[in-house]
């Protein structure tokens, strides 16, 4: 099954946040059907992206939720169409794709629609063209990192064939990576910036560099899965919702659940300076949005770099009314 290879992947990881959240439910969420969502490896943001699981928001909201950590989307997207998971988050390049292709995919939000990815180099490295010929770590073939690496390239009048695109799977992947000598430059979080290992490395090019409508996290699910168990889709929205609220306007305790979730030692400075940097962008959207200008763009980067045939209707691609309930229930 497609997440029993992802929880091996994972490292076993998933099983704790699984049983966190069971654990902490009261006893009718334990009684219901788990909502079974699927979320990529939380580094030092996982005090936005844990706090609906970790701090019982889902379980208020009557939901027993269920976390599974997946390597990358592209493993998200096949759990989902294969019935394994009722939600999964990550980015929209891999489920637009699937969806041009007649996959039953949905989005019903977006939680982190800016991103704060970049491409990092040796601090010598002047422009993206002193890459050519050189290696860059992505991920997977269709995710984002892969995605943000073509694009970063065709901006500048290079194409993937004038470099190496190397899968190396996630953000500490890669960025052990570049740091080790093993990649010249690697997609990852700018949240490795304030690193003592990082002194000598810079962001060539930030994410708005590359491409000012790049969407870094939505939901999905499909209409199989939101027809069957709608309820429960607005519950899980809701109580992300709240959670996101409650994260920006608590700092101290959305960084001490990333620090405890990771395993992050109290001197790091990466879980303060993502919390801080997602403040001062805007970063975090806890009214879930679908912004379907940034999707359409995505969409057209598919079509540019061939990675799709053709444009899809987009409007059948996303669940509106989901995401309509779930404010209301929030406002209430």
Not at 80 to 101: N, T
Request: glycine share 8%; hydrophobic share 50%; charged share 25%.
């Amino acid at each position: 099954m497609i997440l029993a290879i992802a929880a091996r992947l994972a490292g076993g990881i998933a099983t704790g946040l699984v049983a966190a959240a069971v654990a902490a439910a009261p006893a009718g969420a334990q009684t219901a059907k788990p909502w079974r969502h699927g979320i990529i490896a939380p580094k030092s943001d996982a005090g936005f992206l844990l706090m609906a699981a970790k701090r019982g928001f889902a379980e208020r909201e009557g939901l027993r939720l269920e976390l599974l950590e997946v390597k990358d989307d592209q493993i998200g997207l096949k759990a989902l169409l294969a019935g394994e998971l009722d939600s999964y988050e990550g980015g929209v390049q891999g489920a637009i794709a699937a969806d041009v292709r007649g996959a039953d995919v949905k989005i019903i939000g977006c939680h982190w629609p800016l991103v704060p990815h970049g491409l990092m180099v040796k601090a010598a490295v002047g422009t993206i063209q002193d890459l050519k010929g050189k290696s860059i770590a992505v991920s997977s073939p269709g995710s984002f990192p892969d995605m943000f690496a073509r694009v970063a390239l065709a901006k500048f009048n290079l194409s993937a064939s004038d470099v190496m695109l190397a899968a190396v799977g996630g953000d500490r992947d890669r960025y052990t990576a570049l740091v080790g000598g093993v990649v010249d430059a690697a997609v990852v979080s700018n949240e490795y910036l304030p690193l003592p290992t990082s002194k000598n490395f810079k962001m060539l090019l930030s994410g708005n560099d590359a491409g000012t409508d790049f969407l870094r996290i939505c939901m999905f699910s499909t209409s199989k899965v939101l027809a069957a168990r709608r309820d429960d889709a607005i519950r899980y929205l809701t109580a992300q919702s709240k959670a996101l609220r409650y994260a920006l306007s608590h700092r101290d305790e959305t960084l001490a659940l990333a620090r405890e979730a990771e395993d992050i030692k109290p001197d790091d400075p990466r879980p303060a300076f993502v919390f801080d940097d997602a403040v001062r962008t805007g970063a975090i959207a806890p009214d879930l949005p679908i912004p379907m200008d940034k999707i359409a763009w995505m969409q057209d980067q598919l079509v540019a770099l061939g990675q799709i045939p053709k444009a899809g209707d987009l409007s059948k691609m996303v669940d509106t009314q989901v995401r309509a309930e779930a404010m209301k229930r929030v406002g209430k």
